[in-house]
């Protein structure tokens, strides 16, 4: 909890992880994967609205915001031959085809796993589930903020002048985690 706009104070609550034990970069979401996701989905629509208003000015952002949402690229698989067959395939179920599906850090529940990744990486999304209609709707809403806060904060400028004050006013509305 903190002070926000106008003094008020807001907070999601506790979010309880378990560590894996081998590999302790990786933990398991026990408590808050709902609250979580929604961060995610957060975090997706304001990289994507700032992308939409000025690619160039976005750059820096979006490496931020990527850095929170995305693995390090290292050249392997994120989940490999010593975390055991169960691990495997509890992390890659569900997200069969779906291209650099594993640099996504966050995974969610089976049934909601491929709209996550999906969403995250901008890939086209099929809904199969009303979990995933949710998640889509999620995303839609805030990409449709995000955008109007890109207007307003363009103020009819337009051109790189404007793009780069919607990029400026997303990343002052982001959350602190992928601020400057």
Same mark, same amino acid.
């Given at each position: 909890?903190?002070?926000?706009?106008?003094?008020?104070?807001?907070? #999601?609550?506790?979010?309880?992880?378990?560590?894996?034990?081998?590999?302790?970069?990786?933990?398991?979401? *026990?408590?808050?994967?709902? =609250?979580?996701?929604?961060?995610?989905?957060?975090?997706?629509?304001?990289?994507?609205? @700032?992308?939409?208003?000025? @690619? %160039? /000015? @976005?750059?820096?952002?979006?490496?931020?915001?990527?850095?929170?949402?995305?693995?390090?690229?290292?050249?392997?698989?994120?989940?490999?031959?010593?975390?055991?067959?169960? !691990? =495997?395939?509890?992390?890659?179920?569900? *997200?069969?085809?779906?291209?650099?599906?594993?640099?996504?850090?966050?995974?969610?529940?089976?049934?909601?796993?491929? %709209?996550?990744?999906?969403?995250?990486?901008?890939?086209?999304?099929?809904?199969?589930?009303?979990?995933?209609?949710?998640?889509?709707?999620?995303?839609?809403?805030?990409?449709?903020?995000?955008? /109007? #806060?890109?207007?307003?904060?363009?103020?009819?400028?337009?051109?790189?002048?404007?793009?780069?004050?919607? !990029?400026?006013? #997303?990343?002052? %509305?982001?959350?602190?985690?992928?601020?400057?």
């Amino acid at each position: 909890t903190g002070p926000g706009p106008a003094g008020l104070s807001h907070g #999601l609550g506790r979010v309880v992880v378990q560590r894996s034990r081998a590999r302790p970069a990786d933990a398991v979401v *026990l408590d808050g994967q709902q =609250r979580t996701i929604t961060l995610t989905l957060l975090l997706a629509a304001v990289r994507d609205a @700032a992308i939409a208003a000025d @690619a %160039a /000015a @976005a750059a820096p952002l979006t490496r931020r915001i990527d850095g929170v949402l995305l693995r390090p690229r290292t050249g392997g698989p994120c989940v490999g031959e010593a975390d055991g067959a169960a !691990v =495997r395939y509890a992390y890659q179920a569900g *997200l069969e085809g779906l291209p650099r599906a594993e640099t996504v850090r966050l995974v969610a529940s089976r049934e909601d796993r491929r %709209a996550v990744c999906s969403l995250v990486l901008g890939v086209p999304l099929d809904i199969g589930s009303a979990g995933s209609a949710r998640l889509q709707a999620c995303y839609a809403l805030f990409r449709r903020e995000a955008a /109007a #806060l890109c207007a307003q904060a363009e103020g009819g400028a337009g051109g790189e002048a404007g793009g780069a004050r919607a !990029v400026a006013a #997303l990343e002052a %509305a982001a959350p602190r985690a992928v601020r400057r």
